[in-house]
């Protein structure tokens, strides 16, 4: 995701803090201990750093925690899939989620439901043993898992379909041409989404 950004916006200096105990406190349900922990992250980001803005890339986080960062936040903060949910809900009702980490699931449903304004249908392949295989370097067992979920969602017939984390994101174009329904990954939009708040900065 770095080297994404760095290559589209080569201009800008990138901090990326890192600390893989979040993913786990989200996997026990902590989402308060989570929310503390990206929220210092963040407060590190900008006195350390001198970061202007911030992007929470865990889609697991809820938005009562997001709200809970941004109340403490000493710079804009945006939520990696908060871009790609209000343009996937532009497509229509029906919404496909391809999410292979178990707790991406409803922080998903609940971005979308919210971006939307209106109640949707919400078809959600998880696919927990992609990510799995992926996190012991099995990166084409990842794929095959992958389009196999893909191809679930897109016999659903959604008008669109959103990728629940972006692990997945190298997969966008592909899945796009595969599911022949507007497909939608958070690495892009949230890149617009960090230029809309530089500019402003």
């Known amino acids: 995701m770095s080297r994404y950004y760095a290559a589209n916006e080569p201009g800008w ?31 590190t980001a ?3 750093y001198g970061a202007q803005s911030a992007l929470i890339t865990c889609s697991a986080l809820s938005a009562r925690g997001m709200g809970a960062i941004r109340a403490a936040a000493p710079v804009p903060v945006v939520k990696i899939d908060e871009p790609m949910a209000r343009a996937a809900v532009l497509e229509g009702r029906r919404i496909g989620v391809l999410a292979t980490f178990p707790a991406t699931v409803e922080t998903t449903r609940e971005l979308l439901e919210t971006a939307a304004g209106v109640p949707l249908e919400i ?19 990842h794929d095959a898992i992958f389009f196999q979920a893909l191809d679930r969602l897109a016999a659903w ?45």
Not at 17 to 34: K, Q
Not at 170 to 185: C, D, I, K, T
């Open 157 to 201: 017939r959604p008008d669109a379909i959103v990728l629940a984390q972006v692990s997945m994101a190298r997969l966008h174009e592909a899945a796009r041409r595969r599911a022949g329904v507007p497909v939608f990954s958070s690495l892009a939009s949230s890149l617009d989404a960090m230029r809309a708040i530089m500019r402003r900065a």
């Open 46 to 48: 900008h006195q350390e």
């Open 13 to 43: 200096t990138l901090v990326n803090l890192l600390d893989d105990g979040v993913m786990r406190r989200l996997d026990g349900r902590d989402t308060e201990g989570a929310a503390r922990r990206l929220a210092s992250m963040v407060s």
């Open 123 to 141: 078809q959600v392949e998880l696919a927990a043993e992609a990510l799995r295989a992926l996190l012991d370097g099995g990166e084409a067992a």
